[in-house]
């Protein structure tokens, strides 16, 4: 499973800024609904180029 890093910044305001490192695809957006929910009103949300890349998955089948 790819592994991924978030970055916090607090603000004197005590405003909160995030930006996520190593996720591709919405999984970024998928990870981070959680924290902005938790944190309150989210003033503004710019997306990378990662978000726009295809998620890395992985599937194994097997046989039966």
């Known amino acids: 499973m790819a592994k991924g890093t978030i970055s916090f910044i607090i603000d004197t305001?005590?405003?909160v800024t995030f930006e996520t490192?190593?996720?591709k695809g919405k999984k970024c957006t998928e990870i981070t609904k959680q924290l902005e929910e938790a944190i309150g009103i989210v003033e503004k949300?710019?997306?990378?180029?990662?978000?726009?890349q295809k998620d890395d998955v992985h599937i194994r089948m097997g046989h039966k």
């Open 13 to 15: 305001d005590g405003s």
């Open 21 to 23: 490192h190593g996720m």
């Open 45 to 52: 949300k710019t997306l990378k180029s990662d978000y726009y």
